[in-house]
Each structure stands twice: as C-alpha cells, then as structure tokens.
C-alpha cells in the first residue's frame, strides 16, 4: 500500500470512529445508561431520556449518515479516488 | 360500502399493482435476478430497502409493543433503526467497490476458501428462513381477521403473489414492487396516526403530538398516560424496570444483527455507485424513520385510548369502569378473532383492567371489590385495531390491511431472493456445479426461489417454535456469525481463513446453543429462562452480542497463530477500501 491510499484510509477510519463515537453517545449514553438522569430534565412534554431513545436518537442517526457521505464524497475527491461522473 | 367489501379492494388493487410492476420487470440475465443489473438509483434503493427492511413486525406489531412496555420497547426502536449507521459507515460501500452479487461469495473470496462460504450460506439460509415464516404468518393473520377468510386461503394468496414477482422479476422485480410497497405501507401507517394525534391533542403530526398538551386540558399526553397507568398499578409508561445491561445487550444485538442480516446488505450491491451506497443507507433510514418515529406515537396513544376506553371513570368508583354491554364493536369484532377477551371475575358485568401482577396495588383492588384483571388484549392487535378504536371511516381500516400485507410481502420477497441466490449462486455455481451455464443457474435460482416459497409458507402455516424467537435467532445469528466476519474481512488484513471459519463455528453454535438451552427450542429447556440465571444478566435475545465478540476474539486469535492471507487477498483487501474503479452498471 502506497503513503497516499494508507493516508485515504486513515483519514476514512478517523472520520468513521468520531461518527460511531456521536452514534454510541446519543443512543447508548442518552437513551440508555443516562437515562433516568435525562429524564430529570423536562422539555415540551417530553422526558429527555425518554425522547432520546424513542426519537432524538433514530434522528441524530439520520443526520450522521448524510454527514458521512457529504464528507466521504469530499475525502474521495481531495485524494482522487472518486469514481467518473457519468 | 361496507368494510370487507372496501378492503377486498384496497388489497385487490395493491395487488394488481405488484402484478402489473412484475410483469414489467422481468429479469432475463443473472445479473439483473441478483443484484438488479447494479442500475437502480440510490434513493428509488433506500425506499425498496426500507420496505424489505420493515418487516409484519416493524408494520402490525411493534406499535403494539411499545404501548405495553413503554419506554421498554426502546429496544426496537432504536436497534432497528441505529444498525444503518453501521451498514453505511462499515459495510455497504466496501461491499459494492467488491462488486459481486452474494453475501456469502464475498465471505468465499475474502478468506479464499469454499468452507467459509458454504458456512456462511447456511447461516443466511437458517436466518433467512426463520424469518420469512413469520412474514407468511403475518400475512395469514391481516387476511383472516380483514377478509375472513380461512388461515391457509391467505397463505396459500400471499404465496402465489410472491410467487409470481420474485420468481420471475428476481431482484429487479422485487425491487420496484418494493417501492410500490413501501408506498402504501407507508401511507397506510401514517393516515391513522396523524388523525389519532389531532383528535387527542389538535396537532396533527404524531411525532410532536404525543409530547403535546390533550385537547382541552393543559395535561401533556405523556404526563397523563404515566399518571393513568400507574393509578391501576401498571409501571409508569417512560420507564422501565429491565436491567441496564439487558437492554444495552438486545439493543447492540438489534444493530449489529440489522447490519449483519444478508437480505439487507444485499440491497447495496444494486445501485450503479460506491458512493451512492452510501447516500442510499441514508436515504434508506429516512424512509424507515418515517415509521419509526411514528410507531412510538401511535403506540403512547393506543395505551392511552384502550385504557380510558375502559375505564372512562374514575378508578375505583362503582361506575368507574365500562359496562360489558356497552362495550364498542371494535372489541366486539375482535372477540371473534380470540385475541381480545373478557372474563367477568367479580361478576358485576363491568370491565376492569389493571395489573393484577402487582402485589403492592392488590389490597386497593380488594377494597374496589375486583377480582383480577379480567381483559386480555394480544398486543399484536394494536395497531390493526387503532383505526377503529379512535372511531376512523372504513376506508382508513381497509388501507391498513393492505398496509400490512405490504409489509410482509415485501419483506419476504428480499429473503426468499437471499435463500434462492445463496442455493443457486453459492452452492450450486459457486461450490457444487461450477459447470453450469448462466440460463441454467438463473433456471435454478427461480426453482429454488419458488421452492424456498412452499417452504416458508408451511413454515408460516404450522409454525415450528423457532419461528416465534426472530429477535433471538435471526438477529442474534447474524450478528455472532455474519457480521463480525464481514467487518474483519474488509478494515483487517491480518484475518485469515482458519481465524474467520473458527470465528464464525464458534459465534454461531455459542449463541445458537445459549437460545436453545433457555428457550427450549428443538431440545427441552435446560435451564430456567429468568434474569438470574443469564450469563452476565444478558437475555437470549441480547447474547448475539457475546457470541460476536466470541466471534471477533477467536478469529484474531486463530489468525495470529496461523500463516497470513496471501498476497492477492492483501490486493483485493486494499482495493475495495477505495471507490475508484468500481465495476458499473451492466444494461437492462
């Protein structure tokens, strides 16, 4: 493997562990093992706790992904490994 | 008109639609039965994904779930939906850059032995099957309560429409009927709901509404269910009293097990791009999302309405509870169905509804004079039964029949295409037969695919207890067995043949024996299935999660031990990590 694919690949697993990392907190942390502390806290009708792990969790998901292919497509160009348009 | 008439033709009219979409979408190469000629758009991909994806399950029954266990049913939700992530960030791209049409090819190639494959392909075949069966129950149960129709006649339908897509559109057919699938599965889910939400609480989106005050009180929705739940001795709804570990355990099983499962993965070796299988996860879990932030919704509501609906009064007042004779037709028309009953224990011909388990609650049920819960609601109904219980016109009934059935068709055309693509592609060309030509191979990936139907439907028909532990098999299989493997074949180049065989023999018979030994299943129980006897206080369901680590620390282990993948492997390994020069899309 040349330096220029290992440092493509670095940069690509970086990206990907902060992404899980967030992807770990507001699911596992907020929904999960901070849950009832969470739910001390009450905002428009909702226990925090409760409203990360039945929606603010699927929506922060939503998010990572596009966040994800925004800057996998960007990390593909600066490297030039992205595939031709068509 | 009245309801069965409507929903004969909300159903008949689905159906043509998948017919019509079949016919037009006959595949003619194998290229184009596997993978779909690798020609479908990414967002037309992440709408047939989500509709193979949500499953009877996700559509008829975990709306039901969660109303019952409240902050409980969690699990589901997000298990079901955080598994996306990892698929779009670990798997799915790496998997189209390899390019090739199976799951278990690539496990083959990977580790460069036909062992591995054909162990991976009877993994996916055993998980595959588990699940169908219980699509092909689902559809069953939507025709005899809607259509009245006998258990077998709706099978036996069910059957025959999938039949005639899968086996002669293969993927390129299940794919846009998918999409019509996911259109009227969707819309029938969210109708009712968003109704439902502006009747309670006057803002029509149901997301927002279950966090919103009741109409004409300033009561927020949540505060008022905790607080009429708990007064008849029921938990309070936003929490739970599970073990922390338990549900971190069934939650990771969920994900990773989404991740793992080969009808899912399999849909990304569709599209044209690397790069639009990643845009296409996401655009996948919109679609999904838009169910499953609904669900929790609807589920906090249809607790809300079933438990006021029985008990209008006050608790314990001697006019509290709702008269048996002026019960709705709704329950009346489930009694028929045997999953909704009513046992008057204390003989005063009203209803009482509350958690007889709760023994500190029991001296107030005495003084009340009740004598025990006396209705029993099958929590499968929730969702079927909602539209009626908030009183909505027929049509919006017949709609979520075809919404049901839509969901479990869908579902079940992905997997049947996985079992006949893994009998076709991986056993017979790939192991067996490498002789055959691809007329031939395409000839025996439609008998296995209609064969894999007959099976799946006596399997559906006359369920073997395997069948109602999905979560635990299915999810937890794939999650000890398939995933795992996957994930070190593509960010390891130190994970050979040997390590990934043995990781993979070891994750699977670990979890599959644990399950079996607390559930009974195939062999009597062994050991008593309750919290403390669990290893680690994880139950069945959430030890995918040990037999993946098993999974991972024998693999690496074996690996060190033993000589290194070849040098072509390393090549092929460095290859699909990036996007450039990814095979494109063959013509239709």
């Known amino acids: 493997m040349n330096d220029q694919s290992a440092a493509y690949w670095k940069r690509n697993v970086k990206l990907v562990a902060t992404l899980l990392v967030i992807w770990f907190i507001v699911s596992y942390g907020f929904g999960i093992l901070f849950v009832d502390a969470l739910n001390t806290i009450e905002i428009a009708g909702f226990q925090l706790g409760f409203w990360f792990a039945q929606q603010g969790s699927i929506y922060v998901f939503v998010a990572l992904i596009f966040v994800y292919v925004a800057k ?8 030039g490994v992205h595939e031709d348009d068509d | 008109m009245d309801l069965t008439t409507l929903t004969y033709i909300a159903v008949g009219l689905s159906f043509a639609l998948y017919i019509g979409i079949a016919i037009w979408a006959k595949a003619s190469t194998t290229g184009e039965f596997y993978v779909a000629g690798k020609g479908v758009n990414p967002v037309v991909n992440g709408m047939a994904t989500a509709a193979d994806w949500m499953s009877a399950a996700s559509f008829i029954s975990m709306a039901g779930l969660i109303a019952f266990l409240g902050y409980g049913g969690s699990v589901y939700l997000m298990g079901w939906t955080g598994g996306y992530c990892l698929l779009a960030m670990l798997l799915a791209p790496y998997l189209r850059k390899y390019g090739k049409f199976t799951v278990p090819e690539f496990i083959g190639d990977r580790y460069y032995s036909k062992t591995a494959r054909i162990v991976a392909v009877i993994c996916l075949i055993f998980i595959s099957f588990t699940y169908v069966a219980g699509q092909m129950r689902g559809v069953g149960i939507v025709f005899s309560r809607f259509l009245e129709v006998e258990l077998i006649t709706g099978l036996v339908v069910g059957m025959g429409i999938v039949f005639i897509y899968a086996v002669l559109g293969g993927m390129k057919g299940i794919t846009y009927t998918q999409v019509a699938q996911y259109c ?27 966090g919103s005050t009741i109409n004409g009180t300033g009561e927020f929705m949540l505060e008022r269910l905790n607080s009429v739940v708990t007064e ?12 922390t570990i338990d549900i971190f355990a069934i939650t990771l099983a969920l994900m990773v097990g989404t991740a793992g499962l080969p009808h899912v993965i399999v849909r990304f070796f569709t599209v044209p791009k690397v790069r639009d299988a990643r845009s296409s996860a996401g655009w996948a879990l919109v679609f999904i999302a838009l169910l499953y932030t609904t669900a929790p919704a609807v589920g906090a509501m249809a607790r809300l309405n079933l438990t006021e609906t029985i008990q209008p ?11 048996y004779e002026e019960r709705p037709d709704w329950m009346k028309r489930w009694e028929t169905t045997g999953l909704l009953s009513f046992e008057d224990k204390n003989g005063d011909g009203r209803i009482q509804y509350y958690n007889d ?12 004079g009740w004598a025990g819960n006396e209705l029993t609601v099958d929590r499968d109904i929730m969702v079927l039964a909602n539209p009626e219980i908030a009183q909505l016109p027929n049509w919006v009934i017949a709609l979520v029949a075809a919404g049901g059935i839509a969901a479990a068709l869908s579902t079940a055309a992905g997997l049947l295409l996985v079992i006949s693509s893994g009998v076709s592609h991986d056993l017979l060309k790939g192991t067996f037969t490498p002789d055959m030509t691809e007329g031939q191979e395409l000839m025996a990936g439609r008998i296995a695919a209609a ?23 299915a999810f937890g299989l794939a999650a000890a067995s398939l995933f795992p493997v ?12 040997e390590g990934a065989i043995a990781g993979m023999l070891v994750g ?9 030994a607390y559930k009974g299943i195939f062999i009597p129980v062994m050991i008593e299935n309750v919290e403390a006897n669990w290893l680690f206080g994880i139950s069945p369901e959430g030890i995918g999660v040990v037999g993946m680590l098993l999974n991972f620390a024998v693999a690496f282990g074996v690996s060190k031990v033993t000589a290194e993948p070849p040098e072509h492997i390393q090549h092929m390994i460095e290859d699909i990590r990036v996007p450039k020069g990814a095979s494109g899309a063959v013509d239709h």
């Open chain 1, 72 to 79: 996998m497509n960007k990390l593909d160009r600066e490297f």
């Open chain 2, 184 to 210: 009227v599965l969707i819309v029938a889910y969210t109708i009712p709901a968003i109704f439902i939400a502006f009747q309670l609480t006057g803002n029509p989106l149901p997301q927002l509404a279950f």
């Open chain 2, 232 to 243: 008849l001795g029921f938990l309070e709804y936003t929490t739970t009293n599970k073990s």
């Open chain 2, 313 to 323: 009064g006050e608790v314990g007042a001697e006019d509290g509870n709702l008269s």
């Open chain 2, 357 to 368: 388990a709760n023994a500190d609650f029991a001296t107030k049920a005495a003084e009340y």
């Open chain 2, 451 to 473: 064969a894999a139907i007959v099976i799946a439907g006596y399997l559906g028909y006359n369920p073997p207890g395997f069948v109602a532990q999905v979560v635990a098999f």
């Open chain 2, 486 to 497: 996957i994930i070190m074949g593509i960010f390891s180049k130190k994970v050979n043949r």
């Open chain 2, 508 to 516: 699977l018979i670990f979890t599959m024996g644990y399950i079996m």
